[in-house]
Every structure is written in C-alpha cells, then in structure tokens.
C-alpha cells in the first residue's frame, strides 16, 4: 500500500470490520474520516480487507453522494439550496460567498484555502437558510454573515460515530416474575435516582436545529454560570420540542413549579434568567424573556400552552416526550413510562401485539400508507431465519425532517417500538438505518441502546423473558433511492443502492435472503403508544381514512417553522396559517409543496381540504413547504425534478434518462413552441411514471404533471 501519511490509519480503522462484503459502508465512512476523501490507494485497502473487487468498491464509492472521491480544501463550506432555504435566500448567499471569495461551486482540491459546494438538502429546513463550515450546519443565515465565515472554521476534524459490528447479546437477569414485574424495578431504581438529582432542572433544547443557531453556546455558558455561583442546578443537553421558530430556548422544571419554556434565548441573555430563577414571584417579560407555561393560566407573564397558536391545534402523543426529557438519560424515559408497552407485550403471545396494531389502522407514515400490522403478519409466517426489523431513519428526501426530530427528541420510544414490531414479526435481529448526515439521531440511538442493552431490556432474554434481540446500527451515505426498501436492503448488504425487482417482496426474502420487515421511524414510534392508549383510542385521533396522529415538518417562508403533531385529516390552512403563523412577511399563499420531490405542489384553493392518503390532498411524508405569493413554481419544480434526475440510481432507462431530459425541456414550453412541446412533456413525464423500476421513478414527474394542470401560466409565462 502507498506510504500516505493517513495508511497507518486506514489499515486500523479497516480492522475493526469483519471480512465481509455487508461492511463496505462503514469501512468506507471510516476510510473517509481518516483520509478526509477516498483516493484510489485506500479503495484498493478497502476492497482487499473486505474481498471485494476493486471495480465494485470503485462502482460503490461512487454511487452514494456522500462519499468524496477529490479532497476539499483546508476549509469546506456547503449551502443549501433545496426549496426551503432557496425561498429563504440560499441560493443568493451561495452566489454572494463564491464572489466573496472568489471561489466556483463544485471545484475541489487540497491545495485550496476554501472549497465552495451546493447542497441539495441539509434536512433542517425550519432554521432555513443553512451554511455547512467544516461539517458544522449555521442556520438563519444572513448575507452580513458571508464576510465572517471564518470565525466558523473549525479548529480540528470533526468526529463522527461510526459504528462497528454489534456486540454480542446480553442477557438479562434471571426473572421467576414477568416482564411488567422487572420493569417496575427498574423504573423504581430510575425513580429514587431521580429524586436524588437537583429539583431544578434547565434542559437546554440542543437539537441538530438548535445547534444550528446557538444552542450548543447557550449549553456552555448556562453550565459555566451555574457552576460559578455554585447554584445547583442541573443544566441538560435536550432535545428540540417542534419550536424550532424559538430556538435557542429552554424548558425549565422545578418541584412546585409548572414546566415552562424561554424561548430565543441568547447567551448574552443567560444571566437574565438565572436571576429570574432565583426569584419565586419575578416577572420574566420584565426581564425581556418571553415564552409558554404549561398552565391553565399565565404564569409570571408566560402565555399557557393551550392558548399558544403553535400549541393549541396540536394533538402530542408521539412527541409528548420531545423536549421535556433527556433523550440521553435512560432514567428519564422509564419514569415517563418508555419499555411499559413493551413488557406487557412480552408477557403475552405476539399474535395479540399483531392485532391490536391491525385494529388501530395504522398505516405506514414513510409515505406508501401500507398496513402496518400486514408487513408484521406475513413475515411472521414467512419460512427462514434469522428474521429481521429494519428501522429506514435514512430519511433522505429534501423538506422532510420530522423524523431526525422524533430520532433525537425520543430514542427510546422508536428503540422500542422497533422491539415490539421485531417481537410482532418474529424478528430477531434490528438494523437501525440512519442517515449518514444525521450524526446527532445516531448518537443519541447508539446510546439509547447501549443503555437499553445495560439495563436487560435487549439481548438473549428481554426483560427476563424467553425473547432475544439483536440491535445493530448502520449509517447510510446519502442517496434519496433509500426510501425505496430493496435499494436500502442492498445498501445495506454492501451494494450500490438499486431497488429489487419484486415479487419476491422483502417480508419473504429481505436481507440476505431472509424475511425482513422495513418500517418507518415514525411509524415504529406510534407502537407503544397504541399499545399504551388502545386501537380505538388512537384510530380516534385521526379520520376513517388515516388514523391516529401524523407529524409534519412546516418551514419556508412562515412565522413559526417547526415540527408539529395533529389529528389526521388536518387542513393545510390549520397548520400554515394557524399553527405556522401565516407567511412571515404577510403574503398571500400561492400554494404549498407537500411530501418533497415526491410530491406535488397543491395550490392555495385547496388549503381547507382534509388531507388523507389517495385523496385531493396527501399528508405524502409529511413535509410541508410554503409558496407565498409571487414565488415562481417553474422554478420550484425545477429543484424538486433537479434533484430526482441527480438521484436516480440509474438502474432503469426511464428515469435515469427520462428525468433529466424533462428538466431540459421545462425551459422550452415559454412561447408558441412551449405549446408544441407540452404534449411531449407530458407524453415523457407518463412514460416515466408508467415504466419506472421503483415508486421513487414512478413519483418523479409528479410535481411537474401536477404544475402543469394546477398552474399552467406559470410554465407558459416562465413564473
């Protein structure tokens, strides 16, 4: 192997993988934390340890967007230009950097002081526009902030978890009692834990979201004030509760005390509410805070959730632990009953788990709208083991971040929802498939598990019982083709992600050939709740039609983005303009784009339809973009049908060639000849649909059919 400086490294970091082909992934993602990029020697290194040819690594390096196959320069800066941060200015301050500093988009090399690159989605639209320096997401930027880059450079690398192959089971403790019995002790112990800490807790909302404008700072300065007035108070790294709109902010508790929140809350405001704290009766408004309480009345000036416009429509079930908790605190999720549903499935037949998730109606919430509880059947009685659980957190389709928030917010509560579909399913084995980019979801998931493994509720007997589970977690590398299952099961595998030719489905042969179960995060996180509450509780929550709750991601250009959970059969109307605020700078709607590049945009006449799946309005994945007035939706459609022609996974002609020649000929439908060329357009937009591979080539087109017959002027006027 070449002497490179980084060899040394790259054969260690290879080490830590077995020898076989289902580790390309992480060895590659490890290679690249070392080198930085993947030059040709370390692929070779790469593809010898594993035993896989060189083509093949080659033709897997190159398949997935978020490997690099040239080297950045000392500093790196990506700007997001997807349609949310594009109607927030993105592509303004992407023009406004590279004349800044005299730098072209796409150019790379070592050489280099800054390399400048355009980012199709960084997955955190709600503080829109966002700049990536050196791995580091700022978002609300502004173009005063262009000519101060550099005081965002990173000092050193940025480590990333990476993770390697899963530690063999544990077992839990003997139990001559059941599953229900051995959580309530360790629930208890978690209890008498608690009770020993301050009563004064301050949970700093550090989401992805929150780092992005300051939270990480506010973090730092709390913890040092705190600790230099000897105050005693407990300062917690939490979690965004969907008011990304108010980020930086923090919930405070304390005993005798409603839960209250303070919202955009700087460091330089950090004392202010030390000194309120302090004080049982001190109005915060007096000291310039501004915030919610949890009351049925305000509360030293504190507006009561329930009569917040971002609150009152919501329906958290969920999110009910999103922001209130430590997601890092294993203690803090069985107090507020995480692993309850799961022990009370365990002392009882998997069939009955399997029912009652049948009756809830609960449909797949990725976007397809497949019976849950129909996936777990036909695996259970699928021939072959092992059997697995694959939890697809890839979410890698631009508008769509409400499940990086449930990730963060909540990692028990999907940890043990996938056990309870594992247990459904007859499955053994659980791979949590998160995106490559997504580094805080799988921080807190690797240690949701590790804890959950410490305390016996994973491994060779859960919670004592005669149930064994596995739990593994992989990393993706990019590529929006993983939300289609069997491209994600090849992914995973060690190939380049191209979906499977079907039947057979995966429930019959999945990984390796064995049945396997793919359900989404939100979906597997609506488990316990169901169990908890009853199928007909939470079918009540939503229509005949789509039951139960749905969480949707709200930003563009509007006063509160955010995460928010409702009723199904929502209106776009309630949650743009009554829960979202309106547009942010009081535009008229012109439309809304629903469910990503997947999606459609659906104009504002619609806005009081109730959405539910197959009808005049989809909640599609749950991504929601506003369009106010005088916004071009050529132009919109233009991103979303850009970003599905660079993401075909080329396996089928139809899309692979068919997407980028409609891109080209949008611009030729201004004028006489658009009228010739629109029969045409639409001719090849219905070739793809019909004669794509995958659901993801099938819905490519679809916002520019739909564009066409919602807003024909704007494609012959160029608007």
Request: glycine content about 12%; overall charge negative.
């Amino acid at each position: 192997m070449s002497e490179h400086p980084t060899a040394a490294g790259v054969t260690d970091a290879l080490a830590r993988f077995p020898r076989e082909r289902t580790w390309l992934l992480p060895a590659l993602q490890a290679v690249q934390d070392v080198v930085g990029y993947l030059p040709a020697w370390a692929l070779a290194e790469a593809g010898r340890h594993l035993r896989v040819p060189d083509s093949e690594v080659y033709g897997v390096a190159t398949h997935y967007p978020e490997f690099r196959m040239a080297p950045r320069g000392t500093h790196h800066v990506r700007v997001c230009t997807g349609v949310s941060c594009a109607l927030s200015g993105g592509r303004a301050l992407l023009d406004a950097i590279a004349v800044r500093y005299d730098v072209k988009a796409g150019e790379s090399g070592a050489d280099r002081e800054l390399t400048l690159e355009a980012a199709e989605c960084f997955f955190e639209c709600s503080v829109a526009p966002l700049v990536e320096v050196d791995g580091v997401y700022r978002g609300r930027v502004t173009p005063d902030d262009v000519g101060r880059l550099d005081r965002w450079y990173a000092t050193s690398a940025i480590s990333h978890v990476r993770p390697g192959p899963a530690a063999a089971l544990g077992q839990a403790p003997a139990s001559a009692g059941s599953a229900e019995a051995l959580l309530d002790s360790l629930a208890a112990a978690a209890a008498g834990r608690r009770r020993a800490r301050s009563p004064l807790r301050l949970i700093v909302h550090a989401g992805t979201c929150g780092r992005a404008v300051g939270a990480d700072s506010l973090l730092a300065v709390l913890r040092l004030a705190v600790k230099e007035r000897a105050l005693g108070i407990e300062v917690i790294e939490g979690a965004c509760n969907g008011m990304c709109y108010a980020a930086p902010s923090v919930e405070v508790q304390r005993e005798g005390w409603p839960r209250f929140l303070i919202e955009r809350l700087d460091a330089a405001a950090a004392p202010a509410l030390l000194e309120r704290l302090t004080t049982d009766h001190a109005s915060f408004a007096a000291a310039g805070l501004t915030g919610i309480v949890w009351a049925p009345q305000a509360w030293r000036d504190l507006t009561p959730a329930a009569e917040h416009p971002f609150w009152k429509r919501q329906e958290r079930v969920l999110m009910a632990r999103c922001g209130p908790m430590d997601p890092d605190d294993l203690d803090d999720a069985l107090v507020r009953g995480a692993y309850r549903a799961l022990a009370r499935a365990l002392d009882r037949p998997p069939l009955g788990l399997i029912e009652t998730v049948k009756a809830s109606g609960l449909q797949g919430r990725g976007g397809a709208f497949f019976p849950t509880a129909t996936k777990w059947e036909a695996c259970r009685r699928a021939v072959g083991e092992p059997k697995y659980l694959v939890v697809n957190g890839e979410e890698g389709e631009p508008g769509i971040f409400k499940d990086r928030h449930l990730m963060e917010g909540d990692p028990h509560q999907l940890l043990e929802g996938a056990l309870l579909g594992a247990y459904a399913a007859g499955a053994t084995r659980v791979i949590l498939y998160v995106h490559g980019e997504a580094n805080l979801s799988a921080d807190r998931l690797a240690g949701a598990v590790a804890e959950a493994e410490a305390a016996g509720i994973i491994g060779a007997r859960m919670l004592g019982r005669d149930a064994a589970c596995q739990v593994e977690l992989r990393r993706g590398a990019g590529g929006f083709i993983l939300g289609e299952e069997t491209a994600l099961l090849e992914s995973i595998e060690g190939r380049r992600a191209q979906p499977r030719t079907r039947p057979p489905f995966p429930v019959e042969s999945g990984l390796w050939g064995k049945p396997t179960v793919i359900n989404n995060v939100e979906t597997l996180s609506a488990i316990p709740a169901i169990l908890g509450g009853g199928a007909a509780w939470f079918a009540a929550l939503g229509t005949a039609k789509a039951p139960g709750t749905k969480v949707f991601g709200l930003s563009g250009p509007i006063r509160r983005p955010g995460v928010v959970e409702v009723r199904n059969g929502v209106t776009l109307r309630t949650l743009l303009d009554e829960i979202g605020g309106g547009s942010a700078d009081g535009r008229a709607w012109h439309g809304a784009v629903v469910g990503g590049p997947s999606g459609t945009i659906v104009p504002d006449a619609l806005f009081d339809v109730a959405m539910e799946p197959r009808e005049r309005v989809s909640p599609g994945t749950g991504g929601i973009v506003a369009v106010p007035a005088g916004e071009s939706v050529m132009e919109i459609v233009k991103t979303l049908l850009r970003f599905n022609a660079n993401e075909s996974c080329g396996k089928c002609t139809p899309c692979r060639e068919g997407t980028p020649r409609l891109l080209a000929m949008i611009d030729e439908l201004g004028g006489a000849a658009g009228e010739e060329r629109l029969s045409e357009v639409r001719g090849l937009a219905e070739a793809i649909q019909l004669a794509s591979l995958c659901g993801l080539g099938q819905a490519a087109p679809l916002a520019l059919l739909r564009g066409l017959e919602t807003f024909p002027e704007a494609f012959r006027g160029g608007g």
